[in-house]
């Protein structure tokens, strides 16, 4: 059923508001609101952008009475990445079972986010997730509080007090790493980071600082590449780490999809891996098994956290729409450490040590 023409959103803003500054009618933005695809998509850019300047958004209290379904938006950016892919899986197995329907939106860039926003909620979402590295956003976590949409954000480093969460211990996790290569004798360590605005990437980074200072060892600014989480990235990491007359033992990257880069290029200098070097992750993404050799890394539990994610969300949304508070809620699971071919070759399909919580 469309939305009535007189609905006034929570922001204050009417539909009429929106038509006035998209300079269309107000059944059009009813029509976009709801997703009709009977729309141009320039019109439904205009509309989108109009909500967003308003912060408009479909009375929750008047959806509720009219639609059955629960609305569970996905706002992602990098969808290459291995990790979005495993998140997905998850989501979409949880969404099934609790009667949730996923609706997903792309958010490039900053400038974008907002009118993503506005699309999630013109087509039915009643709470969005945020994995990274948009969990992390601060002007769209604003944004949506601002709104009163119910948000979970999924593995950012350092959640905020007033939006759910959930993640695990990225610092912790790090030092397990960097513990383990130590206590396998490695002295020259060197580092791939990810990406410096997702918190996560400067906990991992943190981790590795601190272990190197705990045992003594000095890190020398040629053993420190940047990176941005992406495969590619790692590749030029690698060349810089890599490209010296002077090699670590062993290369720590802050996550697989950089990792595999990293073998990638060693493969290229004819260096055997682990033979000549150590190569560690973390995340533990489909990536990590599928190069040869599989790779020794910090298991991220995607899948659980995308469900758990999920319930949480959904749980928000039923409490909203009976009239009740919505409480941000921070779930921390435990990471395990799986160590594998690309750290010892006697260590294929083991699995070191038990599932360590932050």
Known sequence: MPVKQTDRSQTGATIYDVARIAGVS???????????????????????????????????????????TLGVGLLYSNPS?????????????????????LILERCDDMRSQRSAIARLIANGADGILVPPPLCDSKSALKQLDQI?????????????????????DDYEGAMAMMRYLLGLGHTD??????????????????????????????????????????????????????????????IFAANDDMAA?????????????????????????????TVWPELTTIHQPIGDM???????????IRRRRAGGPVVAQHKLLPFTLIARESSDPAAAGAQDGDALTG
Do not use: W
């Not at 899986?89 to 609790?98: D, K, R, W």
């Not at 705990?214 to 941005?228: D, I, S």
């Not at 990638?264 to 200098?269: C, K, R, T």
């Not at 995308?306 to 928000?316: G, H, N, S, Y």
């Open 26 to 68: 107000a059944m059009t933005v009813s029509r976009v609101m709801n997703g009709n695809t009977h729309v141009s998509e320039a019109t439904r850019d205009k509309v989108t952008a109009a909500a967003a300047s308003l912060n408009y958004q479909v009375n929750f209290a008047a959806r509720a009475a009219r639609v059955g």
């Open 81 to 101: 990445s291995a990790y979005l892919s495993a998140f997905l899986v998850g989501a979409m197995e949880q969404c099934s079972q609790s009667g949730g329907q």
């Open 148 to 168: 009163g949409m119910p948000t979970v954000a999924i593995a950012t480093g350092r959640p905020l007090a007033g939006v759910s969460a959930v993640r695990i």
């Open 189 to 250: 360590i060197a580092f791939v980071q990810g990406d410096p605005l997702h918190t996560p990437a400067q906990l991992r980074y943190q981790a590795y600082l601190d272990a190197m200072e705990q045992a003594g060892l000095k890190v020398a600014p040629e053993r420190v590449a940047p990176g941005l989480f992406t495969y590619r990235s790692g590749l030029s990491a690698a060349r810089q780490l890599l490209g010296r007359k002077s090699r670590p033992s062993a």
């Open 261 to 289: 880069a990293v073998i990638a290029v060693a493969h290229g200098l004819h260096l055997q891996v682990p033979e000549d070097l150590v190569v560690c992750g973390f995340d533990d993404t489909p990536v990590a098994t």
């Open 306 to 316: 995308a469900r758990a994610a999920v319930d949480l969300l959904i749980e928000q």
